[in-house]
């Protein structure tokens, strides 16, 4: 196995399942996030095809994402038993969550639809099914963060960004449903431009930050043998490919992301001037907030197949990666 190619970055695999299981079960839950606080309160009316338009997206997102992520399983039937380590695995935790929070959404959802009310008693579900959505959020970013063998992950801005980018994606989906249904959603507009920018912003500050840091990894780190001067492997663990490098080593062009990071920003800022001209043109409005909230998802699913295709595993340290 000869050393990986210059001017790439072996990173970890991006698979499709999990890119769009983060970027789909991010926009339910943000979308969820929201539904339930705006409701009690009054920002959104109580209409009953709005409601189970609006909450169908949410739980459909969610649900489309979880049955995605189990499709990078080896056993995705027994995926159930993610649950049963709650108590050390943010995996499970996340699993938990994201099932606890059904109840209260589905008790949330069938009084708005049923009984054409967010309000007064159901309230408490609305906000439980929030409480619920961002714990969850925080859950997968956590699994990510508490990763020590990806020192990409370990960056203090990443359950942030999770955040940031649930609540652009629930935004510009709630403005569009908002904007098809010709309700009030002046301040689902102005939320969803805002958090566009703030997640774009954090995320630039990301990969500065990466750019300024040097790896947190070595091969004097990872053997422990640092103290006795510089290490260098005398042979390679395998003299061919296998699944931890199809899985660990992952390469991709440093001018590939390059452009990849330009594209995601252009699509961002392509979403947050859609919302922007939806509200100055009423007539074109609900075109123009699907097609801002569509041009957001891509956006962000560009950005998660970089955070998964820009880390590098400690495992490659073993194949002859050293940074510079």
């Known amino acids: 196995m000869t050393k990986l190619d210059e001017g790439r970055e072996p990173a970890v695999h991006p698979a499709p399942s999990i890119v769009v299981f983060s970027t789909a079960s991010g926009a339910g839950y943000g979308l969820l996030f929201l539904l339930g606080l705006a409701g009690p309160f ?21 649900t489309f994402g979880l049955l995605a992520s189990t499709f990078h399983l080896g056993h995705p039937e027994r995926a159930w038993r993610a649950v049963s380590q709650w108590r050390s695995s943010w995996l499970s935790r996340e699993g938990a969550m994201a099932l606890i929070t059904y109840v209260p959404t589905l008790i949330f959802a069938a009084g708005w639809t049923f009984l054409e009310r967010n309000g007064g008693w159901l309230a408490p579900f609305g906000l439980l099914a929030a409480l619920g959505a961002a714990a969850t959020v925080w859950c997968t970013a956590m699994i990510y963060a508490s990763l020590g063998t990806v020192w990409e992950w370990r960056e203090p801005l990443v359950p942030p960004l999770y955040f940031a980018f649930a609540l652009m994606t629930g935004a510009l989906l709630c403005h569009a449903v908002l904007a098809l249904f010709e309700a009030p959603r002046g301040w689902a507009g102005v939320l969803a431009v805002l958090a566009t920018i703030l997640a774009f912003g954090l995320k630039t500050a990301y990969w500065r930050r990466l750019g300024q840091k040097a790896s947190a990894s070595s091969p004097e780190t990872a053997t422990g043998l640092g103290a006795l001067g510089r290490v260098r492997m005398l042979d390679p663990p395998h003299t061919q490919t296998n699944y931890l490098l199809s899985e660990m080593g992952y ?18 800022a392509g979403a947050a001037l859609l919302v922007i001209a939806s509200l100055l043109a009423p007539g074109l409005a609900g075109l123009l907030a699907v097609l801002g909230a569509a041009s957001g998802l891509v956006a962000v699913a560009v950005e998660r197949w970089l955070f998964f295709a820009e880390a590098t595993h400690t495992v490659v340290l073993y194949y002859g990666r050293r940074s510079a």
């Open 42 to 62: 009054g920002l959104i009316p109580a209409d009953r095809w709005l409601g189970f338009v609006a909450l169908a997206l949410a739980l459909g997102a969610v």
């Open 251 to 268: 390469q991709v062009a440093r001018k590939h992301a390059r452009k990849l990071r330009q594209v995601a920003c252009v699509l961002a």
